[in-house]
């Protein structure tokens, strides 16, 4: 894991209580491999406690806690950003009684959050299998709606064929009647009328 310029001055600033910038950068330059290899000690002591974005800052971070020191990484946990004491403006007896209940808190919670989060799982699983169930019948259904639909186009055909014929019929008929009923004697008449 990387550790940012950022994290070695706060870590010469917060850590080694050393003040003014000069004084933190020649701790920094003098102090690179130890910096970096005390960074890595505390990650591999440090507890998660939360992905997410903190006061202004857009960027979603990493932020760990190792006794009263947070550690805060990128997302991937490539990269050590900064690092600082929890500090709720008490005595330093009172912010790490806060800092360990609220760690209890968010622990107790995380515990909760997995049981939660496995029965949310069974659950989901159940209705997965419903759902593709549900699938089957609706395939199935759509199947039997397709067969019943042809089965009625085709017997809305036989209706029409059922007219056809007696049109066929009728159109016979008419067509002898116009035969018998076209006599010489009408046509004078029709002329008259």
């Not at 990484?73 to 690092?83: G, Q």
């Not at 009172?94 to 659950?123: C, H, P, S, W, Y």
């Not at 019948?137 to 809305?156: D, F, G, N, P």
């Amino acid at each position: 894991m990387n550790v940012t310029k950022h994290f070695k001055r706060r870590y010469a600033q917060r850590i080694k209580n050393i003040k003014g910038k000069e004084e933190i950068s020649l701790f920094v330059t003098t102090n690179q491999d130890k910096i970096s290899e005390d960074a890595k000690k505390m990650m591999e002591h440090a507890i998660f406690i939360w992905k997410g974005q903190l006061g202004e800052s857009n960027i979603t971070r990493n932020f760990y806690i190792n006794g009263d020191i947070i550690l805060v990484a990128d997302t991937d946990n490539t990269a050590l950003v900064t690092l600082y004491k929890t500090d709720y403006g008490y005595p330093d007896k009172t912010n790490r009684k806060i800092a360990k209940d609220l760690l209890e808190n968010i622990q107790g919670l995380n515990a909760e959050l997995e049981v939660a989060e496995l029965a949310m799982q069974e659950e989901l699983n159940k209705v997965d299998i419903e759902i593709d169930s549900l699938d089957v019948q609706l395939k199935s259904l759509k199947a039997q709606a397709e067969l019943v639909e042809s089965r009625k186009k085709a017997k809305v055909s036989e209706r029409k064929s059922l007219f056809t014929k007696t049109r066929t019929v009728k159109e016979e008929i008419e067509k002898f009647a116009k035969m018998l009923c076209n006599s010489i004697e009408y046509k004078v008449d029709v002329k008259e009328m």
